[in-house]
């Protein structure tokens, strides 16, 4: 079974900017969560997305959005890009939503350059 | 809330020793899960081994197993017999109700093993 796949890998963009990443999920997984990774703040949570509606969301403010389509392919939009978006942008997928069992399976994740 | 602290930044193995990384977590969830992840410099992250905070025996995948103690609230992960394929970032993870079943994550550590 092929794994997730996010595109693009690499981006690099200038302050201002918006940028629109993508990420399919496993084939059969229905839920989709997105990660932000920085050498400052670690590993944060965005959002996730299951059957097309945003199940959670994390502290990030609204210029970051989401959403999901009905084959549960996901794409996270940045509007406004800042210095401090540079990161790597982790997709993340799931078959079910919540309970603290499901295991999320990652993506190769997408790096954002700001300049 | 929930926290989980990797107090470990950096660790040296020798080749086909044994390495225990620690993970202490914090929560006043009933019910959660506890995640490792490996993340090789390529970036992606890669699911090793799942503990739930119900069950009763200390979970095993291949080389990797978990060191459960409840009671501590402590997760380390032990891997055996290390391979030089193992140097990688080590994250710690663990999603319960608390955080709406996102997977909240240690600021990890960086794993090196020696020929």
């Known amino acids: 079974k092929a794994g997730v796949t996010q595109t693009p890998r690499y981006l690099i963009k200038t302050r201002g900017q918006q940028v629109t990443l993508s990420c399919s999920p496993i084939?059969?997984?229905?839920?989709v969560s997105w990660y932000q990774q920085t050498p400052g703040q670690g590993l944060q949570f965005l959002f996730e997305?299951?059957?097309?509606?945003?199940?959670n969301k994390g502290n990030f403010p609204g210029r970051f959005s989401g959403r999901q389509f009905s084959n549960s392919r996901s794409e996270m939009n940045v509007s406004t890009l800042e210095l401090g978006d540079s990161a790597l942008y982790l997709c993340?997928?799931?078959?079910?939503?919540?309970?603290?069992?499901?295991?999320?399976?990652f993506g190769p994740g997408t790096r954002l350059l700001v300049l | 809330a929930q926290k989980i602290t990797q107090t470990q930044p950096g660790m040296f193995v020798q080749e086909k020793e044994a390495v225990t990384l620690d993970c202490t977590y914090d929560?006043?969830?009933?019910?959660?899960?506890l995640f490792w992840y490996k993340q090789p410099s390529s970036g992606e992250m890669i699911f090793l081994i799942y503990?739930?905070?119900?069950?009763?025996q200390n979970a095993t995948e291949g080389r990797y197993s978990l060191n459960f103690q409840k009671a501590r609230k402590s997760a380390n992960l032990v891997i055996s017999a290390s391979q030089l394929g193992d140097s990688a970032m080590y994250f710690c993870?663990?999603?319960?109700?608390?955080?709406?079943?996102?997977?909240?994550f240690g600021k990890g550590t960086s794993l090196l093993v020696t020929p």
């Open positions: 993870a663990m999603r319960g109700v608390l955080s709406g079943y996102a997977l909240n």
């Open positions: 084939s059969g997984h229905r839920s």
């Open positions: 997305y299951f059957s097309e509606t945003q199940r």
């Open positions: 929560t006043s969830d009933p019910s959660y899960g």
């Open positions: 503990q739930g905070s119900y069950d009763q």
């Open positions: 993340a997928s799931s078959p079910r939503a919540g309970g603290p069992g499901e295991t999320q399976y």
